[in-house]
């Protein structure tokens, strides 16, 4: 069946850092690809997608690449604010289906 | 405002007594869904819908029953809850299948406490 893979938390950075949170997946085909986040207290929003192979999605200054031949999409954003400090969710639907299948989730803090 | 709205947002209960989360989206979505999120294993499905009266099993559905009588509304039942079953909850729901890049909406959460 479909896994997702994060890198364990929680992480904890300095403002204007370099953040790199990494995404693996196992799936059959062609899934979509997502990153959500989850604001202290809130629901989850999705924040970037990709939806084939090499596919860049954007959003906020975060940024993931759809790699289909190390089956990673890694969340990265060159400098991070204290609103970034949240849980932030790598995900995977099917190729034919509707189902989301989530990773562990991240804690990111960031410090001023 | 398209939005997934739950009730109750928090909810203190006791062992086996019967409650319903209520979950509605006004955006004519023919998918809902309802996850449980636990720390340490990110989010699981418990049930899910693909359109009125058409409901199936998610990940994790023991405990927990759904009905899909109406298009907006996918409560989630608890008839005997447990100790085991305190969590967070969410609900969500996507447009159909035939749309491209769709993607899921998600509800604030139901944070429920079962002693």
């Known amino acids: 069946g479909n896994s997702v893979t994060q890198m364990e938390g929680p992480v904890t950075l300095s403002e204007e850092a370099f953040l790199t949170i990494n995404c693996t997946y196992t799936?059959?085909?062609?899934?979509?690809l997502f990153w959500y986040v989850q604001y202290p207290g809130e629901g989850l929003q999705l924040l970037l997608k990709?939806?084939?192979?090499?596919d860049k999605g954007s959003n906020k200054g975060f940024e993931a690449t759809y790699r289909k031949e190390t089956t990673s999409f890694h969340l990265e954003k060159g400098s991070v604010q204290v609103s970034d400090s949240a849980v932030y969710f790598c995900?995977?639907?099917?190729?034919?289906?509707?189902?989301?299948?989530f990773g562990e989730g991240t804690q990111l803090t960031v410090n001023p | 405002e398209a939005q997934v709205t739950q009730n109750p947002r928090y909810l203190i209960t006791v062992t086996g007594k019967k409650l319903t989360v209520t979950c509605s989206q006004n955006m004519n979505h023919e998918y809902m869904s309802w996850y449980r999120q636990d720390p340490g294993l990110g989010l699981r499905q418990i049930y899910y819908?693909?359109?009125?009266?058409?409901?199936d099993k998610g990940d994790v559905p023991e405990g927990y029953k759904v009905s899909r009588k109406e298009k907006r509304n996918f409560p989630l039942i608890l008839e005997s809850p447990s100790p085991n079953q305190t969590s967070l909850y969410f609900c969500?729901?996507?447009?159909?299948?035939?749309?491209?890049?769709?993607?899921?909406?998600f509800g604030p959460g139901t944070r429920l406490l079962v002693l």
């Open positions: 995900a995977l639907r099917g190729t034919s289906g509707s189902r989301l299948t």
């Open positions: 799936a059959t085909g062609y899934p979509s």
């Open positions: 819908s693909m359109n009125v009266e058409v409901t």
């Open positions: 969500a729901s996507m447009g159909p299948i035939r749309a491209k890049g769709r993607v899921q909406y």
């Open positions: 990709a939806t084939k192979a090499d």
